[in-house]
């Protein structure tokens, strides 16, 4: 879809305060290696808004698609859900959120990448192998709900246990109720603050799906001292080298930050728009991420 002759296609990311976004920096650079002519921007929306940019998406806007971040996840979910005419796939159903949507013609297909894009980094960042294993998630929002609930929902390759740290009780139990549910097992456990250290040690792999480490100063999402060599971390945090990946690297920890998943989410979402395949996506997507944070 185009907004008219000789002029770019449109996709992008609908959010919230959005202004950090690097979303476009690796989309462009992705459409600019593969001759594609179109342009990735931010939308940044007020919710009281959002009715009239679904309607201009389904209208002719020249939107072929769009990333869709926090705090819409859920809402565009059950804006999609609720509409017979649109349709959203397994993961986005499972998951009760959408962070991808593809423009076909009236019609808005929902997507969610998250999930598979946080496994994805895993294994090709730390070949960490799931099965059997303990896995502790420190945060129970948006990043942390769908990566318990993905890893939940792996089969014959999902950990033995996940416990689930937050500080508001309320989400933290959300998300336990709504994984019993709809896992049918009681693979995730809730954790009581007394209990991180003790929980931690007794376990194989330790994300972080907060926000602490973000700026210079944040406290620590997790004692360092409870981090032992064999176990792996995810942080992430990709914008900086958190100060809990330093330690657990100086403990002789694998610990990786977030980019990886940040590229891996993306790539799958370009993938669903453009065909293109993901390997030379997720290449290009690295490589343009790297330069923007200065670490090419």
Not at 65 to 84: C, E, F, Q, R, W
Not at 195 to 202: A, R, T
């Amino acid at each position: 879809m185009a907004n008219g002759k000789g002029s770019k296609t449109t996709y992008g990311l609908l959010g919230r305060n959005i202004g950090y976004s690097l979303s476009p920096a690796m989309h462009n650079a992705a459409f600019k290696r593969f001759g594609i002519s179109a342009a990735y921007k931010l939308f940044d929306i007020e919710e009281s808004d959002l009715d009239s940019f679904f309607r201009d998406l389904v209208s002719g806007a020249g939107i072929s698609g769009i990333n869709v971040t926090v705090p819409y996840k859920i809402v565009v979910h059950d804006m999609l859900k609720a509409s017979a005419k649109h349709d959203i796939d397994d993961s986005a159903e499972f998951l009760g959120a959408v962070n991808t949507v593809k423009v076909e013609g009236p019609r808005l297909a929902g997507y969610n990448t998250d999930g598979k894009g946080f496994y994805e980094s895993l294994l090709e960042d730390t070949g960490f192998k799931l099965k059997g294993r303990n896995v502790f998630i420190l945060g129970a929002g948006g990043a942390g709900r769908t990566i318990c609930m993905y890893l939940a929902n792996l089969g014959e390759n999902r950990p033995e246990k996940i416990h689930v740290y937050d500080p508001e009780e309320l989400r933290l139990h959300t998300l336990i109720n709504i994984c019993k549910h709809k896992v049918d097992q009681d693979i995730c456990e809730p954790v009581k603050k007394g209990d991180i250290g003790k929980k931690v040690e007794g376990c194989d792999l330790i994300i972080n799906a907060t926000p602490l480490g973000t700026k210079e100063g944040d406290p620590l999402p997790i004692p360092g001292d409870h981090l032992k060599k064999g176990m792996v971390l995810y942080d992430l945090v990709y914008a900086r080298e958190t100060e809990l990946v330093t330690i657990a690297r100086e403990k002789g920890l694998v610990a990786v930050d977030g980019l990886g998943m940040l590229v891996n989410q993306g790539a799958l979402a370009f993938n669903i728009w453009t065909g293109k395949p993901l390997g030379e996506v997720k290449e290009v997507m690295k490589e343009a991420l790297q330069e923007a944070l200065g670490r090419a």
